[in-house]
């Protein structure tokens, strides 16, 4: 690092503040506005936190459905939500072994009209995973007071065509969604589902069926065997075995959306064969049991949607090089997902720490989405810095965007943390790559503010991992390369001989160390395959540290974003590398900084030394601005850490003359 610069931190370094600790002005100053997803606070972690609706047409439907929900977040009761067009959603929680659902439910007008406009209209409002119809029906054949049918398929059995005094059929019929038909028949051979049932079951209930089969549904409420329309589902529809209002519209409009699964659930109410005893069970009694049965079945599909398979969070957290971004985080943890959505422009933002989640879609500031572009441009390091300056003085004037509201939050997790310094796991699924380090929360950069984790979802392991990589260091760079000389190291200034080394077993290397700016010529050779079936990284104990960038030539298919996540696919504890491209003195300033940060702490983590190394920075450049230190400021944050939070290196010193 340079001289000059090397002073600048000395400056600074005592003015550091502790770690987790906020200045007097900000501790003192009231807490910010609540944006609106504070609604969501408070909601724990599963394995899956998206939105369902569930659509009735009765409103003992609406109830039965409703005593599955808790209330979001802190609030004592289940929210509503009015659409412009006046249907009002009832919004809750459904919490089971391994999901979050966010629920949604509307009581709507009976028809099949109806059903099809409504779907349509909570479909663009929530844009949910599934919708399900839940409702009682009335049983045609085989099946008694109480059962549930899960409707492969519904029928519009009016549609057709009037001769004389005969009705000709034109088939027309909505068809449920593949995933819920194939969980449906699953559930249906268990007794699981019984076990939602809500309060006011009886031993009766326990005779009760699923069945996977057709229905039929028109605009005429059918209440005996004698009626024509009766006749008429036997002759043409003989495989339905119940019939209701609603679910062939219902499915119809849905099959015209992508990405929603669909399908609707009836619980067995009346019988149209006539043994409906009102002296025994009254109409209305009837049909709550038929309501809560469709409703226990519905909410059942939604627990076990994406299978049984419940995952012990602790061990994933301690055994991976990355935490699901919501499951359950150990204390100080703080999860970041970023996804894409399909909708042009269009992202959701889903974050949590320990019973505090941020959950929000809609855009990103067009500045932010192109902010990548301008740091691999040719702007001066200080024009760059006020370009990212004017981004975050935009976001904090704008606390009803999106990534305003996320900082927002984050700034209320400091607070609420104010003797640490929380981790961010931020695991980003989007085209481009936000620099989340450089953004501000509160007066702070985030890089600042947390130790961030850059994340990419790699399958679990199965066996423990130790978090300390020991060892030696591998070094890839030119002869003259004088870095890591404090410590037992082996020297490659030929690529290919450098990834050899990587294949032979007896080598123990706690970092590998490669010098992008060494690669002079665009790299013509994908190294995926050498890094694939690496000795080295098999069993977990080193990281890679990767100054500046590979050049990489196109033919080859590998970025650089790929590449670093390739080492951790393969078994890689860790890896430090850059956003985007870096100045060579620039980054051999920070990898020089690492390593004495390293030796003076050893016991500090890889996201820790990081987060200091910003903050020092960060320091340097409150004191005083010039080129250099707005240089060494974007280079410093544009280095990040990808794999396990917890990853320390215990590197060997070395023993008189390296090992060169």
């Known amino acids: 690092m340079s001289g000059s610069f090397r002073q600048l931190i000395a400056q600074s370094s005592s003015s550091v503040r502790q770690t987790g600790a906020l200045p007097a002005a900000m501790v003192q100053a009231e807490d910010p506005k ?56 009832t919004q809750g929680q459904f919490k089971a072994h391994n999901c979050n659902w966010n629920v949604a439910i509307a009581q709507i007008d009976m028809g099949n009209a109806s059903a099809a406009m409504e779907a349509v209209r909570a479909i663009e409002r929530f844009q949910p995973r599934v919708i399900l119809f839940v409702g009682v029906a009335g049983g045609i054949k085989d099946v008694k007071i109480g059962d549930v049918v899960a409707a492969s398929v519904v029928y519009g059995y009016e549609c057709g065509k009037l001769i004389d005094d005969r009705t000709l059929p034109r088939p027309k019929l909505g068809e449920a969604d593949y995933d819920l038909k194939q969980r449906a028949q699953a559930e249906a051979r268990k007794n699981d589902w019984r076990e939602q049932i809500c309060s006011g079951a009886t031993s009766s209930e326990t005779t009760s069926s699923v069945y996977v089969k057709p229905i039929a549904a028109g605009e005429k409420v059918i209440a ?135 959950a929000n879609r809609g855009q990103f500031d067009r500045s932010l989405m192109n902010l990548y572009q301008q740091i691999d441009s040719n702007l001066t390091a200080d024009n760059l810095l006020s370009t990212i300056d004017d981004y975050n003085a935009g976001v904090n004037k704008s606390v009803d965007g999106l990534a305003g509201k996320l900082m927002v939050w984050l700034y209320q997790q400091q ?56 060892g030696g260091v591998l070094v890839y760079a030119h002869a003259e390369y004088g870095g890591w000389q404090r410590y037992q190291r082996q020297q490659f200034s030929v690529f290919q001989e450098f990834l050899s080394q990587m294949q032979k077993p007896a080598a123990e290397f706690g970092l590998v160390f490669i010098d992008g700016f060494s690669v002079e010529e665009p790299l013509k050779s994908s190294p995926t395959a050498y890094i694939k079936r690496s000795k080295l990284f098999k069993g977990g104990t080193s990281i890679v540290f990767i100054s500046g960038q590979l050049n990489l030539d196109a033919a080859i298919g590998l970025t650089h974003r790929t590449l670093l996540t390739n080492f951790l696919e393969y078994g890689a504890k860790g890896i430090v590398g850059t956003l985007r491209r870096v100045d060579r003195t620039r980054a051999k300033e920070v990898v020089d900084q690492f390593s004495d940060e390293h030796e003076q702490h050893p016991e500090w983590t890889v996201p820790e030394i990081l987060r200091r190394l910003r903050e020092q920075v960060w320091e340097a450049l409150e004191n005083e601005v010039n080129e250099n230190t707005c240089a060494a400021y974007l280079a410093t944050f544009l280095h990040v850490y990808y794999g396990n939070p917890m990853t320390r290196l215990q590197l060997t010193p070395a023993e008189g003359e390296s090992n060169d």
């Not at 226990?296 to 299978?307: C, E, M, S, V």
């Not at 990355?322 to 889903?350: C, K, R, W």
């Not at 481009?432 to 130790?451: C, D, H, N, R, T």
Request: proline letters at 4%; a negative charge; charged letters at 25%.
């Open 415 to 470: 607070n609420n943390s104010p003797d640490r310094v929380p981790c961010l796991m931020i695991d980003e699924r989007t085209e481009f790559e936000i620099p989340w380090e450089l953004l501000e929360s509160g007066k702070k950069p985030v890089g600042v503010a947390f130790q961030t984790v850059r994340q990419r979802q790699i399958e679990a392991e199965t066996i423990s991992v130790n978090p300390c990589c020991g």
């Open 34 to 89: 609540q944006p609106v997803s504070a609604m969501y606070e408070g909601m724990e972690g599963g394995t899956a936190t998206d939105w369902a609706v569930i659509l009735t047409a009765l409103d003992l439907e609406h109830k039965a459905v409703e005593a599955h929900l808790k209330p979001l977040g802190q609030s004592t009761r289940l929210s509503e939500e009015i659409h412009p067009n006046g249907t009002i959603y």
């Open 224 to 358: 005996s065997r004698k009626a024509e329309v009766y006749e008429y589902l036997r002759e043409y529809y003989d495989d339905a075995i119940a019939v209701e209002m609603e679910g062939f519209g219902f499915l119809k409009a849905t099959q015209q959306v992508k990405n929603v699964s669909a399908m609707v659930i009836r619980g067995i109410s009346d019988l149209i064969d006539g043994k409906n005893d009102d002296s025994l069970e009254p109409e209305q009694i009837r049909q709550e049991k038929a309501a809560r049965h469709a409703s226990a079945f519905a909410f059942t599909l939604l627990a076990k949607l994406d299978g049984e398979r419940v995952t012990e969070r602790s061990e994933v957290y301690q055994t991976t090089a990355q935490v699901a971004f919501d499951s359950t985080l150990p204390e100080g943890m703080i999860s970041l997902n970023v996804q894409e959505l399909m909708e042009e422009n269009q992202y959701y933002v889903h974050a949590h720490h320990g019973k505090r989640t941020f």
